[in-house]
């Protein structure tokens, strides 16, 4: 009659399914984990909505910045006191007139100033607010007390005041309303006033029409992107579009990285938490060592994925839904198999430091040396985003203890070479199951042990001998 091995392994199933079940309820029906569950979404959702609240409760950008709103013109006051003007009447009306032709015409720029990319000022008239139908009336003072008056009263956004000197000494001075904070750095009008004064100085010479508008539109340039090398060339336009690639890895590096310390901070309070009410004593007269740690890595992995699922939904469903979600089905299941085998790796070492220290206190300081090591990708976050491939951050995506951070980092970033997201899954789960064989070893041995904790090297002889 020959043994089977299969009664064996199904019971050691069973045990493990066991100890996971119980690991997993009795974490989820905890309060503070409750807690945890309902106040992160919240905390998530009211930081995510106070940077709009608190503009919309300072007045919106209009009180910021200063500028008027998308409806309202712009007045921008002049005095010009240069002899001959530094902007002649003519030229003035005309500006004035095609301001409001372009308001009847509904004359608008294809994109909004409100972000910062510099094709966004390309157009051919001035504006004075943040949307593409806002326009700046030109008005005339007939000094520098009547144009300071009318900033007071608010009937000019601001005044230039052009000397009488101005052509000797281009000395100019804007007066602008301190209405806000930020209003003394906003020049509104200031395209307008320019192209005013250049087409005065233009007229003054003795070119031909197109070297005056050359010199009235002098350096208003155009922007493109030369990718680099095996890349195409963008449009300026798209530059927005680089804050969102900026987000995304710190982002899903963030979510991911939640689901490795969180579940295996449950782990590291349990066994210390176990081991200071002496309830091992009793499980382990049920289950073996190893068992136990196992059913406990699958119970707590599963309550921290729960836990982070749901912030992912709340904190990714808005990318989503606007399509700002540029990866693709196979670098977020990358992503989760890189945390996947960072919990499993990072719970084994976990574990085995809960069971040596004597206390969960004690244990949370001796973990702490691989809470760091698994967060240094973040602290090196910049050379993430960095455009091309950076040295640093390939060799911290092939290290084992760091891999799983920084490949998810990277994955949020862009492709990533296929050898080099084979070497460094291959890495981890080799890594992966050395923490479980030995770490398994130390829990085995340390976890019924009471008092002082053991030294490295009587740690050391338990991961070779078992």
């Given at each position: 009659m020959q043994f089977s091995p299969e009664p064996e392994l199904d019971n050691k199933l069973r045990r493990v399914l066991v100890v996971a079940r119980h690991e997993f309820w009795s974490t989820v029906s905890r309060v503070g984990y409750i807690v945890t569950l309902i106040g992160m979404p919240i905390a998530l959702v009211v930081i995510t909505l106070l940077p709009a609240l608190s503009i919309a409760l300072s007045g919106g950008p209009q009180a910021l910045t200063g500028l008027k709103d998308p409806d309202e013109v712009t007045v921008i006051g002049l005095v010009d006191e240069?002899?001959?003007?530094?902007?002649?009447?003519?030229?003035?009306?005309?500006?004035?007139q095609d301001q409001a032709l372009a308001a009847e015409e509904k004359r608008a720029l294809s994109e909004s100033p409100s972000?910062?990319?510099?094709?966004?000022?390309?157009?051919?008239?001035?504006?004075?607010?943040?949307?593409?139908?806002?326009?700046?009336?030109?008005?005339?003072?007939?000094?520098?007390?009547a144009a300071t008056q009318a900033v007071r009263t608010g009937e000019a956004d601001a005044v230039w005041?052009?000397?009488?000197?101005?052509?000797r000494t281009p000395d100019v001075t804007i007066l602008i309303g301190r209405t806000s904070p930020t209003k003394w750095r906003v020049h509104p009008g200031h395209r307008a006033i320019i192209r005013l004064a250049r087409t005065s100085i233009a007229e003054r010479t003795a070119l031909d029409q197109a070297s005056k508008d050359r010199l009235i539109k002098v350096l208003e340039t155009e922007y493109k992107l030369v990718g680099l090398e095996g890349e195409a060339d963008t449009d300026?336009?798209?530059?927005?579009?680089?804050?969102?690639?900026?987000?995304?890895?710190?982002?899903?590096?963030?979510?991911?990285?939640?689901?490795?310390?969180?579940?295996?901070?449950y782990l590291l309070d349990s066994v210390g938490?176990?081991?200071?009410?002496?309830?091992?004593?009793?499980?382990?007269?049920?289950?073996?060592?190893?068992?136990?740690?196992?059913?406990?890595?699958?119970?707590?992995?599963?309550?921290?994925?729960?836990?982070?699922l749901l912030m992912a939904l709340l904190g990714l469903g808005p990318l989503i839904i606007l399509g700002s979600l540029t990866l693709g089905l196979g670098q977020l299941l990358a992503m989760f198999v890189c945390a996947a085998l960072g919990y499993a790796m990072y719970a084994s070492l976990m574990g085995a430091s809960g069971a040596i220290a004597s206390n969960r206190i004690e244990g949370r300081q001796t973990s702490a040396a691989w809470t760091i090591t698994a967060s240094l990708p973040f602290f090196l976050f910049p050379v993430f985003i960095v455009e091309g491939e950076q040295l640093v951050a390939v060799v911290?995506?092939?290290?084992?203890?760091?891999?799983?951070?920084?490949?998810?980092?990277?994955?949020?970033?862009?492709?990533?070479?296929?050898?080099?997201?084979?070497?460094?899954?291959?890495t981890m789960t080799a890594t992966a199951w050395l923490a479980w064989r030995f770490g398994s070893r130390v829990f085995r041995i340390a976890i019924l042990m009471t008092g002082s904790r053991p030294p490295l090297r009587t740690i050391w002889s338990w991961i070779r001998t078992g």
């Open positions: 240069a002899s001959p003007a530094a902007a002649s009447p003519e030229a003035i009306a005309w500006h004035n972000q910062v990319d510099p094709a966004s000022w390309r157009d051919s008239r001035d504006r004075g607010g943040f949307q593409p139908d806002a326009r700046v009336e030109i008005r005339r003072y007939s000094d520098e007390e005041i052009f000397p009488s000197t101005y052509w300026a336009r798209t530059t927005r579009e680089s804050f969102t690639a900026l987000l995304m890895p710190a982002v899903f590096g963030s979510f991911f990285a939640v689901i490795i310390f969180v579940a295996s901070g938490e176990e081991k200071e009410t002496r309830i091992l004593e009793i499980l382990l007269a049920s289950v073996t060592p190893e068992d136990l740690l196992l059913g406990k890595m699958l119970g707590l992995g599963v309550a921290g994925l729960l836990q982070t911290l995506s092939l290290f084992p203890l760091t891999a799983p951070v920084a490949m998810i980092l990277r994955l949020g970033a862009g492709a990533v070479p296929a050898w080099q997201l084979m070497v460094s899954l291959a």
